[in-house]
């Protein structure tokens, strides 16, 4: 099935630093959404972006839904170790009653502390 | 709000077998559930979504007699994987949608089957 072009597929950072990263894709969506989840655990979602052009922080957190609606980054400031795990993109078109999510493969982020 | 549960949070079961997963909503009416799998170090993949009191809706791929889908009532949805094979081992995730929570889908904590 489709899945969204996510990168980095992985980040090695020292606690302190800033991260980013993001997801585009070759159609558009009304939502973007970014998941962090932890080894065994279900995904937990972080932020929800439901407005092109739309910028949302939640604390350290901040995500922009692309203008054309074909991409989305999230960004991690003065990451801690306990931002360590999988963060997840996903697109969602809703178009009708079709509600899935398109998904990224995930960045892996380990921080150093 | 918009929690998720899931139980078992780990089964293993002999070849054969069948296990039943719970997914339920606990704060809010679900009215539509979604069922997932994840491999280790993959993405989710969708296998397929239940809206309450009609039959689920399946991907591409995914064997509706193997894996039964049931979506009885606004806060409950199981799926049980019928006849389990070593290779149906794997990381089970449903989410749910409704109530405050509009379209943005909330996950369950996940099941690990492991068929032996």
């Known amino acids: 099935g489709q899945q969204l072009n996510q990168s980095p597929q992985s980040m090695f950072i020292q606690e302190g630093e800033d991260v980013s990263m993001n997801c585009t894709s070759s159609s558009i969506f009304n939502t973007w959404l970014w998941y962090k989840q932890d080894p065994g655990e279900g995904p937990v979602l972080l932020i929800a972006?439901?407005?092109a052009g739309e910028l949302t922080s939640n604390g350290r957190l901040t995500a922009q839904f692309g203008i054309t609606r074909k991409d989305s980054f999230l960004n991690i400031s003065a990451s801690i170790p306990s931002d360590v795990g999988i963060y997840f993109c996903?697109?969602?078109?809703?178009?009708?009653?079709?509600?899935?999510?398109?998904w990224g493969l995930g960045t892996s982020l380990a921080v150093n502390p | 709000g918009a929690v998720v549960s899931q139980h078992p949070s780990w089964v293993i079961c002999k070849s054969g077998t069948s296990v039943k997963i719970e997914c339920r909503s606990l704060d809010f009416q679900a009215t539509t559930m979604f069922w997932y799998r994840q491999f280790p170090k993959q993405s989710l993949m969708l296998m397929a979504t239940s809206n309450e009191g009609s039959k689920a809706t399946y991907e591409q791929g995914v064997e509706k007699d193997k894996f039964l889908i049931n979506h009885a009532s606004l806060t409950l949805s199981t799926l049980t994987v019928t006849s389990a094979h070593p290779e149906d081992s794997s990381f089970y995730i449903c989410?749910?949608?409704?109530?405050?929570?509009?379209?943005?889908?909330?996950f369950g904590p996940g099941t690990r089957l492991t068929v032996l």
């Open positions: 972006l439901y407005k």
């Open positions: 989410s749910a949608i409704g109530g405050t929570s509009g379209n943005t889908q909330y």
């Open positions: 996903a697109g969602q078109a809703n178009a009708g009653n079709n509600r899935k999510l398109i």
